[in-house]
């Protein structure tokens, strides 16, 4: 995996302030809090037991790298119609076995960043293309902060391989010109205005949830390593267990499934992926935990 190029590569990420993240066959770091861990060095990363493929975290405190990923025909189309070229001259991190499914890299700029404002950091979703037919969905996501990664070089769990088409490597990263950045602005205004986020700040505003801390099915929890986006129980002792990449419900539950104790009810799909509510499974347990 180790060619020149990738390593020239690596380090030139590496100087100018990038984490690099070793990663298992399934695009998972191998680090733990991976969100808040230090990166490690090209050398370390290369060595590391189990390597697969190689992350990189973005958002403002790691060199200001930001990501416009693309998932399928419709997305590339949906970038097209509003404007920007799918294939811009910047660094891209293609697959060789599926054309339709890149992402794009960028660096912002210092006065890039301060035009966020307060909040810089966040996570959009353009919807292209629903689900159907055991086909996935598609969508052009938007990724400025720490909480994702993106795996930049090494093997997809399909099994083809992460490619920088020709021109477009680690060299040719730039900040976004003009037209890109109002695009960007745009999906980050509207991510900080989503029903979602308010709606949770609407949730936690309330006396009448409590954080699960931890998280009984996701293990989610504040201190080193923890998250901002709590999961919680309602007054009727329902318990919500939010999306996320370090934290999160195990894959391919269905409802009625029995994870530590809590039942599957029901899984809300919002923007920022699936919300699954739990209810108690055992009434003695329950019983339990209100005596407690
Ligand atoms: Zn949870």
Redesign the pocket.
């Known amino acids: 995996m180790a060619s020149e190029i990738l390593i020239h590569s690596l380090e030139r990420l590496a100087h100018q302030g990038c984490c690099l993240l070793p990663c298992g066959s399934n695009k998972n770091p191998l680090i733990k809090s991976w969100p808040s861990a230090s990166g490690l060095s090209v050398q370390e990363i290369l060595q590391f037991p189990g390597i697969q493929a190689i992350g990189l975290r973005l958002g403002p405190s790691d060199a200001r790298m930001f990501c416009i990923d693309l998932d399928g025909q419709s997305a590339i189309e949906k970038l097209q119609k509003h404007g920007l070229n799918p294939d811009p001259d910047t660094w891209i991190i293609a697959r060789t076995g599926n054309p339709h499914r890149k992402k794009i890299a960028y660096r912002l700029s210092s006065s890039q960043l301060s035009d966020l404002g307060a909040n810089p950091s966040f996570q959009g979703k353009i919807h292209t293309k629903g689900a159907a037919d055991g086909a996935k969905g598609e969508a052009i996501e938007l990724f400025f902060s720490r909480n994702r990664q993106i795996v930049i070089a090494g093997r997809h769990p399909d099994g083809d391989k992460y490619v920088w088409p020709d021109g477009r490597g680690v060299d040719a990263l730039r900040a976004p010109d003009d037209f890109e950045w109002q695009f960007i602005k745009e999906c980050h205004s509207r991510a900080l205005q989503s029903p979602q986020r308010q709606h949770r700040a609407d949730h936690s505003q309330r006396s009448n949830t409590r954080r699960?801390n931890p998280?009984?099915?996701?293990?989610?929890h504040d201190g080193p390593g923890g998250s901002s986006l709590w999961?919680e129980y309602n007054q009727s002792g329902l318990?919500f267990?939010?999306p996320?990449t370090t934290?999160?419900?195990p894959a391919g539950l269905r409802v009625g499934d029995v994870v530590s104790g809590w039942a599957l009810k029901k899984i809300t799909q919002t923007p920022d992926g699936p919300v699954?509510v739990f209810g108690e499974h055992d009434p003695e347990k329950l019983k339990r935990q209100n005596h407690a």
Do not use: E, K, S, V
């Not at 998280?215 to 989610?220: A, E, H, L, M, T």
């Open positions: 699960a998280c009984p099915i996701c293990g989610r999961c318990l267990c939010m996320g934290f999160t419900a699954h």
